[in-house]
C-alpha cells in the first residue's frame, strides 16, 4: 500500500486482463491519459501512477541525487509493477516516460509483452550525425530560463510543446498541469530529460515496440521517431498526421486506434 500511495497508483478496467500501465511525460500527470486510458478499460487491467513530485504523489519522497538519472524513475515503474504483481504488461510511455520505460524493460525484460513509445526522443540534442532538434545551447539556454522562472517559462512553453494553436484550451491545459507541478522537482527533472542521452540504450531493448510519432512536434521531430525505429531490434512505427507533442490531449482517438491496433485489442 506504501507504494500505492507514493505513486497515487489508480487501477481500472478488468481485474483478470493483461496489465496496461500508462506513465506520462514531463509536467504532466496521470490526468493526461483521461481520453485514451478508458478505451482499454474493458479488455485490459489499467493501471495510472504519478511520478515523484507530479499529481497526486508523495513530494517527501523525492531525492535529488537518486533522481539525477532516468534509472530512478524505471526503478520506479519496475517497483509498481512489483508491488501489484504485473506480468505481461504492456507500458505505454509519452515523451520522456518513453525512455524510461527502455530503461525498466531492458533491466527485466521477461516482465514486458509490449511497449507503446509515444513521441519518444533517446536526446534531445544535435551532434554531427544525429538529429535530435535543439542545438546544446538551446538547451541550456531553455534550463536556465527554466531556473529563473519556472512558471513564466511554462506559460511561455507549454503552448509551444501543445501545438494547435487553434485550439488555445490545450495549451492552457498543459500549462496548468506544468504549474501544478512542484517547481524544485520540475526544474531537476527538466534537466534530467533534457540532458540524457539514451541511444546507445535502444538496441538493448528486445520487448516488441510501438513508435508513435505526430508529423509535426516541437519537441520530437520526424527525424528523432524514425531514429527511434531504425535503433529497436523489433519495432513498428506509426506517424499520426497530427500537430503537436501530445496527442493523448490533442488526438486521443487517433492516438488509441493506434495502441489498439498494436495491443490487439
Same mark, same amino acid.
Given at each position: 500500500?506504501?507504494?500505492?500511495?507514493? !505513486?497515487?497508483?489508480?487501477?481500472?478496467?478488468?481485474?483478470?486482463?493483461?496489465?496496461?500501465?500508462?506513465?506520462?511525460?514531463?509536467?504532466?500527470?496521470?490526468?493526461?491519459?483521461?481520453?485514451?486510458?478508458?478505451?482499454?478499460?474493458?479488455?485490459?487491467?489499467?493501471?495510472?501512477?504519478?511520478?515523484?513530485?507530479?499529481?497526486?504523489?508523495?513530494?517527501?519522497?523525492?531525492?535529488?541525487?537518486? !533522481?539525477?538519472?532516468?534509472?530512478? !524513475?524505471?526503478?520506479?515503474?519496475?517497483?509498481?509493477?512489483?508491488?501489484?504483481?504485473?506480468?505481461?504488461?504492456?507500458?505505454?510511455?509519452?515523451?520522456?516516460?518513453?525512455?524510461?520505460?527502455?530503461?525498466?524493460?531492458?533491466?527485466?525484460?521477461?516482465?514486458?509483452?509490449?511497449?507503446?513509445?509515444?513521441?519518444?526522443?533517446?536526446?534531445?540534442?544535435?551532434?554531427?550525425? !544525429?538529429?535530435?532538434?535543439?542545438?546544446?545551447?538551446?538547451?541550456?539556454?531553455?534550463?536556465?530560463?527554466?531556473?529563473?522562472?519556472?512558471?513564466?517559462?511554462?506559460?511561455?512553453?507549454?503552448?509551444?510543446?501543445?501545438?494547435?494553436?487553434?485550439?488555445?484550451?490545450?495549451?492552457?491545459?498543459?500549462?496548468?498541469?506544468?504549474?501544478? *507541478?512542484?517547481?524544485?522537482?520540475?526544474?531537476?527533472?527538466?534537466?534530467? *530529460?533534457?540532458?540524457?542521452?539514451?541511444?546507445?540504450?535502444?538496441?538493448?531493448?528486445?520487448?516488441?515496440?510501438?513508435?508513435?510519432?505526430?508529423?509535426?512536434?516541437?519537441?520530437?521531430?520526424?527525424?528523432?521517431?524514425?531514429?527511434?525505429?531504425?535503433?529497436?531490434?523489433?519495432?513498428?512505427?506509426?506517424?499520426?498526421?497530427?500537430?503537436?507533442?501530445?496527442?493523448?490531449?490533442?488526438?486521443?482517438?487517433? *492516438?488509441?486506434?493506434?495502441?489498439?491496433?498494436?495491443?490487439?485489442?
Amino acid at each position: 500500500m506504501d507504494v500505492i500511495r507514493r !505513486y497515487n497508483v489508480n487501477v481500472t478496467g478488468r481485474a483478470d486482463g493483461q496489465p496496461m500501465v500508462f506513465a506520462h511525460g514531463f509536467g504532466c500527470d496521470q490526468n493526461m491519459w483521461r481520453y485514451v486510458a478508458p478505451r482499454f478499460e474493458k479488455n485490459f487491467r489499467v493501471v495510472l501512477f504519478d511520478y515523484i513530485g507530479a499529481g497526486g504523489s508523495d513530494l517527501g519522497a523525492y531525492d535529488p541525487e537518486r !533522481y539525477a538519472s532516468l534509472d530512478a !524513475y524505471a526503478s520506479d515503474v519496475l517497483e509498481i509493477c512489483r508491488s501489484l504483481d504485473l506480468q505481461n504488461v504492456v507500458f505505454v510511455g509519452h515523451s520522456v516516460s518513453a525512455m524510461i520505460g527502455a530503461l525498466a524493460a531492458i533491466r527485466e525484460p521477461e516482465r514486458f509483452a509490449k511497449l507503446v513509445f509515444l513521441g519518444p526522443s533517446p536526446r534531445y540534442i544535435n551532434d554531427e550525425t !544525429y538529429t535530435g532538434g535543439f542545438g546544446e545551447e538551446d538547451i541550456h539556454e531553455l534550463l536556465d530560463s527554466l531556473d529563473s522562472n519556472y512558471l513564466g517559462w511554462s506559460r511561455a512553453m507549454a503552448p509551444v510543446i501543445m501545438g494547435n494553436p487553434d485550439r488555445p484550451e490545450l495549451g492552457e491545459e498543459l500549462t496548468e498541469s506544468f504549474c501544478r *507541478t512542484d517547481p524544485e522537482i520540475a526544474r531537476r527533472f527538466a534537466r534530467t *530529460t533534457f540532458l540524457s542521452d539514451n541511444r546507445a540504450d535502444l538496441p538493448r531493448v528486445t520487448t516488441p515496440t510501438l513508435v508513435v510519432q505526430c508529423s509535426n512536434d516541437a519537441i520530437a521531430p520526424v527525424a528523432v521517431g524514425e531514429y527511434v525505429r531504425d535503433a529497436l531490434p523489433d519495432s513498428r512505427f506509426v506517424l499520426l498526421p497530427v500537430t503537436g507533442h501530445c496527442p493523448n490531449l490533442s488526438a486521443p482517438d487517433q *492516438t488509441a486506434d493506434a495502441i489498439a491496433a498494436f495491443v490487439g485489442e
